[in-house]
């Protein structure tokens, strides 16, 4: 009995010891993800004392009726009052963990007083961010930080795109920084509308407690109102292809202030591209810029030098597309072909850019493509 006292007494430190390592769920930022972590750490405890008690039962049965002390087992059959008790008692239980388990769930489906909605697309492999109200949109990729360490480990697999078993080699937040995070206030609540443009994504934060799949076709809803400012990492956890590993999420939480700042930067940022669409760049502006988006939106598929993958991915390096119609080429970027998704939702200026250094890098021949032309063919 005393072993058995020290067995479980061992078990309840290395929980404490677990948690206190990082092994347990975090409280996280908001309202429902505290609810979520309460609730767990309820049906955890009640789980550990149903194991306490079924186990000791167990352990002091096999000791105390071993064959050494009765050598001749009772013989009875059926006992109505266990009976009962084993069926009731279970049945209680369930009853009691169902209720705040069930209010719970109907919280985290009542999305009735958000203050802002924010559409999500899933991409192969990026999100989109689109704010309805405020008129903004945009794409958010893999930081190039971590694009260049993998790209250096690709080169030393042949056989793979990505080699992600090698160390980060020094890089922050390897894996886990973008280009555009994803931007919203503080003390609000935010209506996530989540959905994809191609196969089946899902978006995670975990310290909003929030983990939505992206069905393509249908748009699934979720909220968080987020108590403090800060930066919150999280990714896709849905199995999507090839670069599932590389489409974080990356959220800033700001306040009040700066987030109405963010917004006007942002709606200049976006008249003044759209100013600039109408106006006749040089190839040497477009080759910087297209470089620049070519490795951001289509490198993870094209390779960085323009090779592909054979059999999946055609290669950019003598590419008929890249040499022949530039409508054709655009017509393909804009609105996907086969396994190659549109790239409509990137503007004018980006897609023009993009084109141009594919029909002139790689040692290629094509021509100039203007943001206007990109327009036209809207």
């Known amino acids: 009995m005393k072993k058995l006292i020290a067995f479980f007494a061992l078990t309840l430190f290395s929980i404490k010891s677990f948690a206190e390592y990082g092994f347990n769920l975090t409280p996280g930022v908001t309202s429902i993800s505290r609810d ?6 309820v049906i955890f405890w009640v789980c550990v004392v149903i194991a306490v008690v079924v186990f000791g039962v167990m352990f002091y049965s096999i000791y105390a009726h071993r064959k050494t002390k009765n050598p001749v087992a009772a013989n009875f059959h059926e006992n109505t009052k266990v009976e009962l008790i084993w069926t009731l008692v279970p049945v209680l239980i369930l009853i009691v963990m169902a209720i705040p388990a069930t209010k719970l769930l109907i919280a985290l489906e009542d999305t009735q007083s958000a203050e802002l909605n924010i559409k999500i697309t899933g991409h192969q492999w990026k999100w989109q961010y689109d704010y309805p109200k405020e008129g903004i949109s945009f794409i958010s990729n893999l930081a190039k930080s971590s694009k260049d360490s993998v790209s250096a480990d690709k080169e030393k697999t042949s056989n793979t795109l990505y080699n992600t078993k090698t160390t980060a080699k020094g890089v922050e937040n ?3 920084e973008v280009d555009n995070p994803l931007v919203i206030p503080v003390d609000t609540s935010i209506r996530f509308l989540i959905t994809s443009n191609d196969v089946i994504h899902s978006w995670w934060v975990p310290a909003f407690g929030v983990k939505q ?14 108590d403090e ?9 849905e199995l999507c292809g090839v670069d599932h590993a590389f489409m974080p999420v990356v959220v800033d939480v700001v306040s009040k202030e700066e987030y109405a700042k963010w917004v006007q930067s942002k709606k200049a940022e976006k008249s003044a591209v759209e100013a600039s669409a109408n106006q ?3 190839k040497d502006d477009l080759m910087q810029r297209g470089k620049t988006k070519y490795e951001a939106n289509c490198a993870a598929c094209h390779k960085k030098d323009g090779s592909g993958l054979a059999g999946i991915f055609p290669a950019m390096i003598g590419s008929k597309i890249a040499n022949g119609s530039a409508e054709e080429h655009i017509q393909i970027v804009l609105h996907g072909k086969t396994t190659m998704p549109a790239f409509k939702v990137l503007n004018d200026v980006d ?7 594919e029909r002139n890098a790689f040692g290629n021949n094509g021509s100039v493509v203007q943001p206007s032309e990109v327009k036209a063919a809207r």
């Open 36 to 41: 979520i972590y309460d609730l767990h750490m």
């Open 174 to 176: 390897y894996l886990l």
């Open 213 to 226: 799949d992206a069905n393509p076709g249908f748009i699934n809803d979720a909220w968080a109102k987020i």
């Open 229 to 237: 400012v800060g930066r919150y990492r999280g990714q896709c956890t």
């Open 280 to 282: 006749v760049w040089t």
């Open 351 to 357: 897609i023009a850019a993009i084109i141009t250094y």
